[in-house]
């Protein structure tokens, strides 16, 4: 919801008093002196995180999509292939005075990502960088430091092991197996939503920045011929701001954007306007959200384009999606590095005649040679592309971690004949891949008003962590027998409930409001008496009085929409409503 919407004024410093206050999150091992980089959730924000992650999950489901769930932990092979062992580096630099590890694009405060360390540490000199901490001016050359987290599986002889930093390579590994779950059907996709770990050289930035993090990601695979997604139609009302690196911005429909040559295929389109439409349905003020394009030197090792979904958090624009276009650089990279066949049979109407060279090992010599590893030494031989090959020379294969000269006598190049009815062909894949820790706070900022010394969030009723409060009006037997009954009621059902009967109404109508609750139920001595509760809003301040039988049906009618004046009659109650100043929640 815009700051615009709401007459107070947008305050980070108690946004994140009030997230820490009232169990949002809290700095990890804080006992301990804190790490910084992690945060633990804490009940509410656990509830909104999911909430959030399930509204990602129902939209992706709308489209046929199913989701996977793969180890954190991968064999060193698997980013080997990849490139995140040679490609996922930071540049770092040492302040001479206290030690203290930098990030050299935050000192500079610029994308150096095409820059060589030599040039950083010119730019730095020339721009007579200070150490933020103790103002010093000397620093050591910038060295590449890899943001995997290193270990090793298994005890002191087991195989070397990292934590994942993306979710995405645990479906490419899989592909032949969700090629068969989809059998053969193109386009398909698969979810994967879990955690991912980067070893951040200098996270300073809450939770814009964490070693540890969530992070929900959607691989649809196309046939490089027909990357086509549904239709572009359902996005004709969604005009969206995009920043194409040409330097313009243009607000445009995803069809626009397509049209006038933005975008590379209309999947990509699909999937920008899809981003989009999840981003606006949990409550993200679309003022302030934008998609701005990758430069080409900005673009990841594994990308022919991206547009990072941008939301506005405090004065500064954050990515919280990006939308990219992997083309076919992952499923070749495993194919070649694992050896096993990782292309599509694409179909075509004739049998064709078709003649090739092809890659045959000579296992009489293998076998001698290697042993039990013969196998994996054939099928990485047999993966060698032939055109590339001459034959009587020695080549070298890579198995696992290890390069493998081997002798011209242990291959050989031949021409076959095949019939055949289409061709082999490398999948291409979008990938829109969202860090839900961003997406919870952007939401969360982007709902905050702030009236006086205190704070109210007007999230969605779909994605408040509490969606109703239940209330005593005061401390009798009665009304807190009847409250509690209710309260039950409520939680039996499925729906997040709170009960409350500490402090004045007022107080507890605040309380609620702080926590982004929508509707509070007050049971009173006139409901006792005719058997009502009063139901108040917490954007509108007004209430009704509706039947206590049917509260339940009530509460889920109003969480799924329907405007509260429908449900009952509106009554008047002037409620004194007070500042939270957190000293009864201690």
């Not at 939209?59 to 980013?79: H, M, Q, S």
């Not at 605040?510 to 509707?519: A, L, N, Q, S, V």
Request: charged share 25%; hydrophobic share 35%.
């Amino acid at each position: 919801m815009s700051e615009s919407s709401h007459s107070g004024a947008f305050s980070e410093e108690l946004l994140l008093s009030m997230m820490r206050r009232r169990g949002f999150i809290w700095p990890s091992f804080e006992i301990y002196g804190g790490t910084a980089g992690f945060y633990d959730y804490g009940p509410l924000g656990l509830l909104l995180r999911e909430n959030i992650r399930n509204a990602w999950r129902r939209i992706y489901r709308k489209e046929g999509l199913f989701e996977i769930d793969t180890p954190c932990i991968n064999p060193e092979a698997v980013f080997l292939a990849s490139g995140h062992v040679s490609s996922f580096s930071d540049l770092m630099v040492e302040c001479g005075g206290c030690h203290e590890i930098f990030r050299a694009d935050h000192l500079l405060d610029a994308d150096i990502s095409s820059l060589s360390p030599d040039k950083v540490a010119s730019l730095i000199e020339k721009n007579n960088v200070k150490c933020p901490r103790c103002g010093s001016m000397s620093f050591s050359n910038p060295v590449p430091f890899n943001l995997m987290f290193r270990t090793q599986i298994g005890p002191s002889q087991g195989k070397v092991g990292y934590l994942r930093p993306e979710t995405p390579q645990g479906i490419f590994i899989n592909f032949q197996n969700l090629r068969r779950f989809y059998r053969d059907s193109l386009p398909f996709g698969v979810l994967q939503s879990g955690k991912a770990f980067r070893n951040e050289i200098s996270p300073r930035q809450g939770l814009l920045r964490l070693r540890e993090f969530n992070i929900m990601e959607a691989e649809i695979f196309f046939d490089p011929s027909r990357k086509e997604w549904g239709s572009l139609d359902c996005f004709s009302d969604e005009h969206i701001l995009f920043l194409p690196r040409d330097g313009s911005e243009l607000r445009l429909t995803p069809d626009e954007a397509l049209r006038k040559g933005f975008l590379l295929s209309q999947a990509h389109a699909y999937f920008i306007g899809l981003t989009y439409r999840f981003a606006v349905e949990i409550g993200l003020d679309p003022l302030r959200l934008r998609f701005r394009q990758h430069r080409k030197d900005e673009l990841a090792h594994y990308a022919i384009d991206c547009w990072d979904l941008e939301s506005e958090i405090g004065n500064t624009w954050v990515e919280i999606t990006g939308v990219a276009d992997r083309s076919d650089y992952d499923l070749k990279a495993h194919h070649k590095s694992s050896g096993a066949d990782l292309s599509y049979f694409r179909k075509s109407e004739n049998v064709q005649s078709v003649s090739k060279l092809v890659v045959r090992a000579n296992l009489s010599k293998l076998g001698p040679l290697f042993k039990s590893e013969a196998a994996e030494v054939a099928r990485a031989i047999e993966s060698l592309d032939p055109g590339k090959l001459l034959q009587g020379t020695k080549v070298v294969v890579k198995v696992g971690d290890r390069d493998i000269e081997l002798a011209e006598d242990c291959y050989s190049v031949v021409k076959v004949e095949e019939k055949t009815s289409g061709e082999k062909i490398f999948l291409h894949v979008i990938e829109p891949s969202s860090g839900l820790d961003r997406i919870f706070y952007a939401l969360l900022q982007h709902s905050s008003e702030n009236s006086g010394d205190r704070t109210v969030l007007h999230l969605k009723p779909t994605m408040a962590p509490i969606k109703v409060a239940v209330f005593p009006l005061i401390g009798s037997t009665r009304l807190i027998r009847e409250s509690r009954n209710i309260y039950g009621s409520l939680l039996s059902s499925g729906i997040e409930a709170y009960y409350d009967a500490t402090g004045s109404i007022g107080r507890r109508y605040t309380r609620m409001d702080e926590i982004g609750t929508p509707f509070c139920i007050t049971v009173d001595e006139d409901g006792m008496r005719d058997r009502t509760v009063t139901v108040r809003e917490r954007d509108t301040k007004l209430q009704i009085r509706t039947g206590r039988r049917n509260i339940v049906n009530t509460v889920m009618k109003l969480i799924s929409g329907e405007k509260l004046s429908s449900l009952g009659k509106i009554v008047e109650r002037e409620i004194e409503e007070e500042s939270s100043d957190g000293e009864d929640d201690e």
